[in-house]
């Protein structure tokens, strides 16, 4: 399960460092391979391999009314794999499509990670906090 969230810079060229911390992990469980594909929020998913198989299964399994819930997280998925530094390359396409520049954030979602443009990851949480908690959350014990 992969939880907690990093402040990472991409390097002139788009490629991140994975932190040490996830790094066995996508190494022993994913051989060290991971896909890459976008998220209607404005974030990129970053899949191990073994996690993105059961995912697009899911994906490619829904109806017809959903195609193009298809083409966003199936026609733009990247596979990529870490080198031996420990870091992927996020293709041009996928930093355009997140806004990415060079600050970002990767949180552990537990089976996968979401990846964010630091500045629109920011706004999002403060405004998602003013909102207030959602009713979901409302009977939640902490």
Same mark, same amino acid.
């Not at 907690?4 to 996830?22: E, F, N, Q, T």
């Not at 970053?46 to 198989?53: T, V």
């Given at each position: 399960?992969?939880? *907690?969230?990093?402040?990472?810079?991409?390097? !002139?060229?788009? /490629?991140?460092?994975?932190?040490?911390?996830?790094?066995?992990?996508?190494?022993?469980?994913?051989?060290?391979?991971?896909?890459?594909?976008?998220?209607?929020?404005?974030?990129?998913? %970053?899949?191990?391999?073994?996690?993105?198989?059961?995912? /697009? *299964?899911?994906?490619?399994?829904?109806?017809? $009314?959903? #195609?193009?819930? /298809? /083409?966003? =997280? %199936?026609?733009?998925?990247?596979?990529?794999?870490? $080198?031996?530094?420990?870091?992927?390359?996020?293709?041009?396409? %996928?930093? !355009?499509?997140?806004?990415? $520049?060079?600050?970002?954030?990767?949180?552990? &979602?537990?089976? #996968?990670?979401?990846?964010?443009?630091?500045?629109?990851?920011?706004?999002?949480?403060?405004?998602? &906090?003013?909102? *207030?908690?959602?009713?979901? %959350?409302?009977? =939640?014990?902490?």
């Amino acid at each position: 399960m992969f939880q *907690g969230a990093s402040a990472l810079s991409l390097d !002139a060229k788009g /490629r991140m460092s994975i932190p040490a911390r996830h790094r066995d992990v996508l190494q022993g469980d994913a051989q060290g391979k991971v896909t890459i594909t976008k998220h209607p929020d404005g974030c990129l998913l %970053l899949f191990p391999r073994p996690e993105w198989e059961i995912f /697009r *299964g899911k994906i490619a399994a829904l109806p017809m $009314d959903a #195609h193009w819930w /298809r /083409r966003i =997280f %199936l026609g733009n998925a990247a596979d990529v794999e870490m $080198d031996s530094a420990g870091r992927v390359l996020v293709a041009p396409e %996928l930093r !355009a499509a997140a806004g990415m $520049d060079k600050e970002v954030m990767l949180l552990g &979602m537990g089976s #996968h990670f979401e990846l964010w443009d630091a500045a629109t990851y920011a706004a999002k949480e403060l405004a998602a &906090m003013a909102q *207030g908690m959602p009713e979901a %959350l409302k009977n =939640f014990t902490f």
